[in-house]
């Protein structure tokens, strides 16, 4: 019994100091970060948390943003959304108030949808969640930043039509898209159906029940119908599988295209030597540049960076969280520059901020991304900012840019399926969409 | 010395009927309720009721429902997430499909789908029983997941599977705020608690009971084991079918037949593992258990890092908080083969008596 007293004292005083407010002169600005470095799909969750914290570090290590330090407390999710919920519960009344979320999770970043305008608190969905959340006037608290599913099947078929030799000329082309049998593998249905209809290729879909460690049948259907591209659009294990099994069945696999989420190392490597040549989309472009630079002068070599073992180090995963890091500051900057240089701002102007984000050449030079993501710009309509994609290829070990910079598809086609989903949410949910002429 | 059985006469039927018999323990569970329903909603922080009470509560339930069937009735079901998952997508679809249905008829009616289908996914148990029994009703956890994702009319085409749900407001009550979701989940697994309760002193819970100690006895003795069996696969899954909605409309707010993993049918049995085969209490404390615990364990393990300065290296915290978890929960089966419930049995057994040790 009395050990259990200590315990409580400890545990007390604790939560005391914890709950205190931070007493430092510098003023501060609170990030809640909803990790998952256990569970399924930890390999790529702890990379991408330690990239987001990395770069959190960075800037604090360089005097915060206008002089604001960054605070930010990590909650484990294991990617469960009941945990997510409860994370995000926990968290985002801390330390004067979250200032953005990102969850890296679907599942929990469609349970925070209607928590969000209650809280006022902006969610970015980076690489993942609804598509049409773009569509800013129905989405006011949501950022799927950078590029959507459907501008990457958008930026796909581009890319194809660029290799080919021209749109016209994918016509009587055969693509097979092999997608993970759930929701997610289904993402890309809409734009390539559309690209299918209009430019008249011939479209295979086939699916892999998850986990999807046997996908013979399924080789033998694409060796039969001699695509000339394979989509995979996959996830987990059945990633590097597909790839050996591409191998066994000789089937090139420059010729194969991954969705990003089959687009890092944790696919790729795995796979062995079946996976050189792999292609892959991604939403931040491999290799060196000043910001990782930055990073590992600053902290690694300091010992103070924030992965378990360097060797993730540049990770396509750890780039990711780096450029969700980006991105936060980025916003937090640009609503500073319109509510007051070097104070803290609310949540709300943090949304305003991810609401008119540019970064262009120029800005993304001063912050060492030059290449990096692609240029973008955000407006109270368009959440996405850019919509080009990378196509990336595995040498062997590390990959390398494939296309000649950054690629997109048609944007005004994700742009009306995008205002068509939305438009129908709106009215599933009656929301009246904003009207961005009265938004300043 | 507090705990006294001693002088408590029973004089009439109503008496002898009443749900609960002692006087102390039913002035502890009015207590219990008032502070549940009165006192909780006034001062718990929105944290507390919406990511701690309100899931606890409906994890409860689900707990509850794989209780009757398997600690009751003795039937082992690796399928209530499933359940859970129907309970859910027929409370979506109704409310979506079906024009001005009150949403707690189709709270309702979700359950009644979720009991259908546990009726047909109960027939093998009249041929095979235990481990076999329960490898048959992994078919039922993936069959339904697989469906409910497969087919686009279900999610209604949503293109990534994820839906929305609708805002309802059962019986003019709006769910719209924490206090509220936390008042109309309390409300509801209040209620089918003490219906389970109350089914378990009936004819057909003494039928279950039976069935699991031994079926050919229970059929000698004139039970249908037809009849019990799947009367007790159709509540179960009516439990835990209602759990579901709950879990969708009072909680997270989405339906996603991802959410309603394996993982989770396996969490639920674990609940009723460690809180007691058998027990409606258990169902209770190992639902706290299960969800509390891992909670607890990383608000205080944020708290001494805070507390102490020390920052430890990045995924130790969650990886030791899982073996921390585990080990408990080793410890708690070794002590206690039968749940937690028959420690807190144990421990009444001793109050009872107490200061006096025999």
């Known amino acids: 019994m009395k050990h259990f007293y200590k315990l409580a004292t400890v545990l007390l005083s604790a939560s005391a100091l914890l709950a205190a407010p931070a007493c430092a002169d510098q003023p501060e600005q609170y990030i809640p970060v909803l990790s998952y470095r256990v569970g399924p799909f930890a390999a790529n969750g702890a990379s991408m948390f330690s990239g987001l914290i990395d770069y959190l570090n960075l800037t604090n290590a360089k005097g915060g943003i206008n002089g604001v330090r960054i605070t930010f407390e990590e909650c484990e999710t294991e990617y469960n959304t009941s945990r997510g919920v409860e994370c995000y519960e926990r968290l985002k009344d801390r330390q004067g108030g979250a200032s953005v979320i990102e969850t890296g999770s679907t599942g929990i970043a469609y349970a925070l949808l209607d928590r969000l305008p209650q809280d006022k608190l902006p969610m970015t969905t980076m690489g993942y969640g609804r598509a049409d959340a773009a569509d800013g006037r129905v989405f006011p608290w949501v950022f799927p930043l950078i590029s959507t599913y459907w501008s990457q099947a958008a930026a796909m078929v581009e890319y194809m039509a660029q290799q080919s030799g021209g749109m016209d000329r994918l016509k009587g082309k055969t693509i097979v898209d092999l997608y993970h049998d759930s929701a997610y593998g289904k993402e890309s249905f809409p734009v390539l159906d559309h690209y299918a209809k209009e430019?008249?290729?011939?479209?295979?879909?086939?699916?892999?029940?998850?986990?999807?460690?046997?996908?013979?049948?399924?080789?033998?259907?694409?060796?039969?119908?001699?695509?000339?591209?394979?989509?995979?659009?996959?996830f987990g294990v059945m990633n590097a599988a597909a790839m050996k099994a591409a191998a066994r069945v000789g089937y090139p696999r420059e010729k194969m295209i991954g969705s990003w989420w089959a687009g890092s190392e944790v696919d790729t490597v795995p796979a062995g030597d079946a996976a050189k040549g792999y292609l892959s989309m991604t939403f931040?472009?491999?290799?060196?540049?000043?910001?990782?630079?930055?990073?590992k002068g600053t902290l690694y070599d300091r010992g103070k960076g924030n992965l378990s073992g360097d060797a993730k180090f540049g990770s396509v995963s750890h780039v990711r969280g780096i450029v969700i890091g980006i991105l936060m500051t980025e916003a937090i900057r640009a609503a500073q520059q319109k509510y007051g240089i070097g104070r803290p701002v609310t949540a709300e102007q943090v949304r305003w901020g991810y609401e008119h984000l540019v970064l262009d050449e120029k800005r993304l030079g001063e912050i060492g991304a030059l290449g990096l993501i692609p240029p973008m710009k955000t407006s109270c309509a368009d959440h996405e900012g850019s919509g080009a994609a990378m196509v990336q290829e595995w040498d062997g070990t590390n990959f390398i840019p494939k296309s000649k910079g950054w690629v997109a598809g048609d944007r005004a086609l994700v742009r009306k399926l995008a205002e068509q989903s939305a438009a129908q949410y709106a009215a599933d949910k009656n929301i009246t969409p904003r009207d961005c002429g009265k938004e300043d | 010395m507090f705990y006294r059985l001693s002088g408590q006469f029973r004089t009439s039927y109503y008496e002898d009927n009443r749900l609960i018999g002692e006087k102390l323990e039913r002035t502890v569970f009015i207590a219990t309720m008032l502070v549940a329903s009165i006192a909780i909603p006034l001062v718990a922080s929105p944290y507390l009721l919406s990511a701690v009470l309100i899931p606890f509560l409906i994890f409860s339930l689900a707990a509850l429902g794989l209780n009757i069937l398997t600690g009751f009735a003795g039937q082992v079901s690796f399928g209530s997430a499933a359940f859970m998952a129907i309970g859910a997508f027929a409370s979506f679809n109704l409310l979506l499909r079906v024009p001005a249905i009150p949403s707690l008829l189709a709270f309702l009616l979700g359950g009644m789908c979720a009991s259908a289908i546990g009726v047909l996914f109960g027939l093998p148990s009249l041929r095979i029983r235990g481990f076999y029994l329960a490898a048959s009703t992994l078919a039922t956890q993936f069959f339904i997941v697989w469906c409910l994702s497969k087919v686009g009319w279900f999610t209604n085409y949503a293109a990534s599977g994820v839906i929305t749900v609708q805002h309802v407001a059962p019986l003019g009550f709006a769910l719209d705020n924490h206090v509220s979701k936390y008042l109309f989940v309390l409300v509801v697994v209040t209620t089918l608690t003490v219906v389970a309760s109350n089914l378990m002193r009936s004819n057909i819970g003494r039928s279950w009971m039976s069935i699991r100690d031994m079926d050919v006895a229970a059929e000698v003795i004139g039970i249908n084991p037809l009849y019990a069996k799947l009367t007790a696969f159709a509540v179960s899954a009516f439990y835990c079918g209602i759990a579901g909605a709950l879990y969708s409309y009072a909680y997270v707010s989405t339906v996603e037949p991802d959410g309603f993993s394996l993982d989770l049918s396996f969490k639920i049995l674990f609940m009723i593992i460690i809180g007691g085969l058998g027990s409606i209490l258990g169902s209770f404390i190992g639902a706290a258990?299960?969800?509390?615990?891992p909670i607890w364990l990383n608000v205080f393990f944020s708290a001494m890092e805070h507390f102490s300065g020390l920052k430890a290296p990045s995924g130790i915290t969650s990886n030791v908080e899982l073996i921390i978890f585990g080990g408990i929960i080793i410890v708690f089966l070794v002590v206690e083969p039968h749940g937690l419930a028959r420690l807190w049995q144990r421990a009444k057994e001793k109050l009872q008596i107490w200061p006096l040790s025999h």
């Open chain 2, 289 to 293: 258990f299960i969800v509390l615990l």
């Open chain 1, 284 to 295: 931040t472009a491999p290799g060196s540049f000043p910001v990782l630079e930055d990073i």
């Open chain 1, 199 to 234: 430019i008249g290729f011939n479209l295979i879909k086939i699916a892999i029940p998850a986990p999807g460690i046997e996908q013979q049948a399924q080789w033998l259907q694409i060796r039969q119908a001699k695509p000339d591209y394979v989509i995979l659009w996959g």
